[in-house]
């Protein structure tokens, strides 16, 4: 059974930092497209950074500069450093693996806590 396991949320004050890492199992890892995505109370889920099989990096603007996602191929782990944390960084933040061949697998983490006080 795939299992995408959250860890490193937290409570953070404005201006912090925190590292998220997501631990896949069951899945060749090194082959699929990775991605962090988040959603706020009330709010639709949105992407926040994605890392391509072959490393290449795509961040939303509301991140940029400060978020940095990275992957390490061989524990199975793809990790979102956040810094310089903002109040509308709030959000239950959710781990995504994508496979884009002919049979498309894509799955999802059971999602881990972010909260960020003024």
């Known amino acids: 059974q795939v299992q995408l396991v959250e860890s490193g949320g937290g409570l953070v004050q404005a201006g912090g930092s925190l590292r998220l890492s997501c631990t896949a199992s069951?899945?060749?890892?090194?082959?699929?497209?990775m991605a962090w995505y988040r959603q706020a109370p009330g709010k639709q889920r949105e992407l926040v950074a994605s890392?391509?099989?072959?490393?290449?990096?795509n961040y939303a603007d509301s991140v940029k500069g400060r978020f940095t996602i990275s992957r390490d191929n061989a524990i199975n782990t793809v990790y979102l450093q956040m810094n310089s944390l903002k109040p509308e960084d709030t959000a239950v933040y959710y781990c995504n693996a994508k496979f884009l061949g002919v049979i498309r697998r894509d799955y999802w983490g059971q999602g881990t806590q972010v909260t960020v006080s003024s």
């Open positions: 069951q899945i060749n890892f090194k082959i699929y497209n």
């Open positions: 890392i391509s099989s072959a490393g290449n990096t």
